[in-house]
Structure formats: structure tokens, C-alpha cells
């Protein structure tokens, strides 16, 4: 492989392949032993006043979310972003894709910043546009591709989010797979359609075998670094679900043994997971959610509860910390955290903020016209779903 074939794209298109990823911070990036951050932070925050909105992905971490004007999962954010127009700078913590969704979603007057280029997310670095035009070509050889809609998760890139806007696809949401595919099988005719799922095959197989009755032998694995995905042409022709090999670096690491460990410790403690998990672990879950189903059922749980959470720590140790009338532990025995939602922390946000003070705007990030129309298309597609999930 060369250098060009790596997938940098959390430091997008036309920037220096060999620069160190995400350590270019012209000017002064302050300490992290600074004691003055807290007040830094607060005061470029009072100096942009409303041309500044700021917006926190559930998974950051406490030292960010605090100057976050909403928090939110990717798609809401992306949503509460358009929500306001008159906002000059968005300030997204969060990571890449998200900042490109919030980009494609506001006016082009708005300027989305990403506190730190390194924030990227290795599922969405899974499928690059290139593979999934191969993996495309390769469905045309194999006489298939006319049966087949693409159906990108949120967590992808741009030009991800692009090709299924071009092909008669639609993105989804955790929270919105399911009516998704029921969406996908009815663009073709009864019985023929096939859903190529990206990025995450977790998310693909959960919601095909545990919500919409699709049988696991219906569901196969496209291999993007395999001629042909690695699979026969008998195995294409049969499959309902082509779930492309991508996966949460976070969530892929939960494990049943973990789930059985906590059930003979804890009897009657409820497991609650994220559908990104791998699927034998969503087996032995009693809930599986999105990011704010999962708050939602924390939310509601009776008092004296006990819980097991299979998502990002971050968001776990707040839960517990906000409902310390419950008892909530994290599904794994290890520090899990998403290393790249990590990577924004205060200094990187008060420099960000600081320079914007000054009148200048750094690590910007915009999706070209072209990409964004396409990607608008299958967004689009996905707001005119019908609202009710199988899981409502
Ligand atoms: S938690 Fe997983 S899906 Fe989310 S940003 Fe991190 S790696 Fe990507």
C-alpha cells in the first residue's frame, strides 16, 4: 500500500500527507496544566457571544461538555446545527464526520470548526470512497448491483454519505436502521433488493436479524481488502444483507463472557448496549439502543436499579454520576474510551475559541459543493422516512 492509499481522511482532502495527524496548531496551543483554562475557555465564549455555537457529541469528555451549548448524538447535533443560522462559527467536539454532516446540513455563511484534526473515527475510515466504488464495479461484474441499495450509517464521511445519494441510497441512524432497510427492500421488486450496509456490519446484522426477521445465513461480509469481498458469486446471489467489514473500535470490544460474569455477580442487573455492539453480545442483552434511547432508559429506570452499559465510558461514568440513586456499571473490564472523541480536550477548545476571538478560523472543515449536493440527497431520503421504528 502506499502512502496515498491511507485512509487520512480526518485531515481531508488536499491537506499535507506528511504532516503528523491532528498536531498542526498554528500559534499557541495551551497547556494542559494551564490553570487558567476553565476561565480561558469562558471568556472567547462571552467575547463571540451568539455567533458562536457550541456542540457536544454524548461521548466527550466532562472538561468539553460543559461549554456545549446543546449535547446531542451525531444526527441531532447536525440538526440543532441547522437550527440555528444566525450562528456564524459551529464549534463541533466531536469527531470528523460529524463536522462534515454539520457543514452539508448549514447555510454555506457558517463556518464549522473541529477543535482538533485528529478527531477522526476509524469505522468511518473503513469504507473509503474508492473501495466502495470497487466493491460497486464488482457487483456490476457480478450481475447483481441493479438488485442492491446502499444504505450508509451516519457515521461515515462525506463522499460515503455522497455515493448512496448518487446510487438510490439513503443514510441512517442508530435509532432509524430499521425503517432504513424496510425503505431500501421497497425500492426494488418484492423479493429481489439487497442492502449493501455501511460502514458498521454490526449495526447492519442487528437490525436485519433482531428487528426485521432477516435469517443470519441471509447476511454476508464484503471484504474490502478480498477480490470481490471475498465471497462467491452463490454467496452474492443469495444474501439480503452484503454488511460491508467496518466496525466501532469502542463498541466492537464488548464481550458475552463480560455480560455472564456481571449476571452471576449482580443477579437481575439489566444489560444495556449499544446496537454498534457486536451481535453475540447483543444476544444476551435485555436493551439494546441508540446513544439516546440508552440515556432515555436510564432516565426512566426505577430507583435502586442495577445496570451494565455496553457504549462509550465517557458517557457511562456520567450516567452514573447523574443517577446516583441507580447502580451503573460499564460492560467491560478494561478503560474503553473512543480515543479520537478524546482528542478533544480544553486546550485544544480554548485555542480554537481564542483564535476565532482574534478574528481567525481555524481547522475549518467543508465538503465541497459536489459531494455536499450528493450527500444532501440521501440525507434528505432519510428525513422523509416514516417516523416509526420497530423499536418505538
Ligand atoms: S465511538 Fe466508535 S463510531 Fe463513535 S467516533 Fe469513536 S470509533 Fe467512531
Redesign the pocket.
Same mark, same amino acid.
Not at 445519494?165 to 436502521?177: E, I, K, L, Y
Not at 424496510?182 to 426494488?188: E, L, M, S, Y
Not at 445496570?307 to 460499564?330: M, S, Y
Not at 474510551?337 to 480554548?350: E, K
Given at each position: 500500500m502506499s502512502l496515498v492509499d491511507l485512509p487520512l481522511l480526518p485531515l481531508g482532502k488536499g491537506r499535507d500527507l506528511d504532516a503528523e495527524r491532528g498536531v498542526e496548531c498554528p500559534g499557541d496551543l495551551p497547556a494542559a496544566s494551564d490553570p487558567d483554562l476553565v476561565e480561558r475557555a469562558r471568556a472567547a465564549k462571552a467575547a463571540l457571544g451568539d455567533r458562536l455555537f457550541v456542540l457536544g457529541h454524548h461521548?466527550q469528555r466532562d472538561e468539553v461538555i460543559q461549554f456545549a451549548d446543546v449535547t446531542g448524538d451525531s444526527f441531532k447535533l447536525a440538526r440543532d446545527a441547522a437550527g440555528r443560522p444566525d450562528a456564524e462559527f459551529i464549534v463541533f467536539c466531536g %469527531?470528523h464526520f460529524m463536522a462534515e454532516s454539520a457543514d452539508i446540513l448549514t447555510a454555506p455563511s457558517q463556518q464549522v470548526v473541529l477543535p482538533d484534526l485528529a478527531a477522526g473515527? !476509524? $469505522?468511518?475510515d473503513m469504507a473509503r470512497l474508492r473501495q466502495v466504488e470497487d466493491a460497486w464495479d464488482a457487483m456490476g461484474d457480478a450481475g447483481i448491483q441493479d438488485s442492491v441499495v446502499p444504505v450508509t450509517y451516519m457515521?461515515s464521511s462525506a463522499d460515503i454519505k455522497a455515493f448512496c445519494g448518487r446510487n438510490g441510497g439513503v443514510v441512517c441512524t442508530s435509532s432509524n436502521a430499521d425503517v432504513a432497510l424496510d425503505w431500501a427492500f421497497a425500492q426494488k421488486p418484492a423479493g429481489e433488493a439487497k442492502i449493501l450496509f455501511l460502514p458498521d456490519q454490526h449495526l447492519g446484522r442487528n437490525t436485519a436479524v433482531l428487528q426485521m426477521g432477516i435469517g443470519l445465513d441471509e447476511c454476508v461480509v464484503w471484504d474490502p481488502h478480498l477480490p470481490s469481498g471475498g465471497l462467491t458469486a452463490d454467496e452474492l446471489a443469495h444474501a439480503r444483507m452484503i454488511l460491508w467489514k467496518g466496525h +466501532? !473500535? %469502542?463498541?466492537g470490544r464488548f464481550t458475552e463472557d463480560v455480560v455472564d460474569e456481571l449476571r452471576a455477580k449482580h443477579p437481575g442487573i439489566n444489560i444495556l448496549v449499544h446496537p @454498534?455492539c457486536p451481535h453475540e453480545v447483543v444476544l444476551k442483552a435485555d436493551l439494546v439502543g441508540s446513544t439516546e434511547f440508552i440515556i432515555k432508559t436510564i432516565e426512566a429506570a426505577e430507583p435502586g436499579t442495577v445496570w451494565a452499559i455496553g457504549t @462509550?465510558l465517557n458517557l457511562v461514568k456520567r450516567l452514573a454520576d447523574n443517577h446516583p440513586d441507580k447502580t451503573i456499571v460499564f460492560l467491560n473490564r478494561n478503560v474503553c474510551y +473512543?480515543s479520537? $472523541?478524546n482528542r478533544i480536550d480544553l486546550p485544544h477548545l480554548v485555542w480554537a475559541l481564542e483564535n476565532l476571538v482574534a478574528g481567525q478560523v481555524v481547522n475549518q472543515i467543508t465538503v465541497d459543493p459536489e459531494t455536499e449536493a450528493d450527500a444532501l440527497v440521501a440525507l434528505q431520503r432519510m428525513l422523509d422516512l416514516p417516523g416509526k421504528s420497530h423499536r418505538d
Amino acid at each position: 500500500m502506499s502512502l496515498v492509499d491511507l485512509p487520512l481522511l480526518p485531515l481531508g482532502k488536499g491537506r499535507d500527507l506528511d504532516a503528523e495527524r491532528g498536531v498542526e496548531c498554528p500559534g499557541d496551543l495551551p497547556a494542559a496544566s494551564d490553570p487558567d483554562l476553565v476561565e480561558r475557555a469562558r471568556a472567547a465564549k462571552a467575547a463571540l457571544g451568539d455567533r458562536l455555537f457550541v456542540l457536544g457529541h454524548h461521548y466527550q469528555r466532562d472538561e468539553v461538555i460543559q461549554f456545549a451549548d446543546v449535547t446531542g448524538d451525531s444526527f441531532k447535533l447536525a440538526r440543532d446545527a441547522a437550527g440555528r443560522p444566525d450562528a456564524e462559527f459551529i464549534v463541533f467536539c466531536g %469527531v470528523h464526520f460529524m463536522a462534515e454532516s454539520a457543514d452539508i446540513l448549514t447555510a454555506p455563511s457558517q463556518q464549522v470548526v473541529l477543535p482538533d484534526l485528529a478527531a477522526g473515527c !476509524s $469505522m468511518a475510515d473503513m469504507a473509503r470512497l474508492r473501495q466502495v466504488e470497487d466493491a460497486w464495479d464488482a457487483m456490476g461484474d457480478a450481475g447483481i448491483q441493479d438488485s442492491v441499495v446502499p444504505v450508509t450509517y451516519m457515521n461515515s464521511s462525506a463522499d460515503i454519505k455522497a455515493f448512496c445519494g448518487r446510487n438510490g441510497g439513503v443514510v441512517c441512524t442508530s435509532s432509524n436502521a430499521d425503517v432504513a432497510l424496510d425503505w431500501a427492500f421497497a425500492q426494488k421488486p418484492a423479493g429481489e433488493a439487497k442492502i449493501l450496509f455501511l460502514p458498521d456490519q454490526h449495526l447492519g446484522r442487528n437490525t436485519a436479524v433482531l428487528q426485521m426477521g432477516i435469517g443470519l445465513d441471509e447476511c454476508v461480509v464484503w471484504d474490502p481488502h478480498l477480490p470481490s469481498g471475498g465471497l462467491t458469486a452463490d454467496e452474492l446471489a443469495h444474501a439480503r444483507m452484503i454488511l460491508w467489514k467496518g466496525h +466501532c !473500535s %469502542v463498541h466492537g470490544r464488548f464481550t458475552e463472557d463480560v455480560v455472564d460474569e456481571l449476571r452471576a455477580k449482580h443477579p437481575g442487573i439489566n444489560i444495556l448496549v449499544h446496537p @454498534e455492539c457486536p451481535h453475540e453480545v447483543v444476544l444476551k442483552a435485555d436493551l439494546v439502543g441508540s446513544t439516546e434511547f440508552i440515556i432515555k432508559t436510564i432516565e426512566a429506570a426505577e430507583p435502586g436499579t442495577v445496570w451494565a452499559i455496553g457504549t @462509550e465510558l465517557n458517557l457511562v461514568k456520567r450516567l452514573a454520576d447523574n443517577h446516583p440513586d441507580k447502580t451503573i456499571v460499564f460492560l467491560n473490564r478494561n478503560v474503553c474510551y +473512543c480515543s479520537t $472523541m478524546n482528542r478533544i480536550d480544553l486546550p485544544h477548545l480554548v485555542w480554537a475559541l481564542e483564535n476565532l476571538v482574534a478574528g481567525q478560523v481555524v481547522n475549518q472543515i467543508t465538503v465541497d459543493p459536489e459531494t455536499e449536493a450528493d450527500a444532501l440527497v440521501a440525507l434528505q431520503r432519510m428525513l422523509d422516512l416514516p417516523g416509526k421504528s420497530h423499536r418505538d
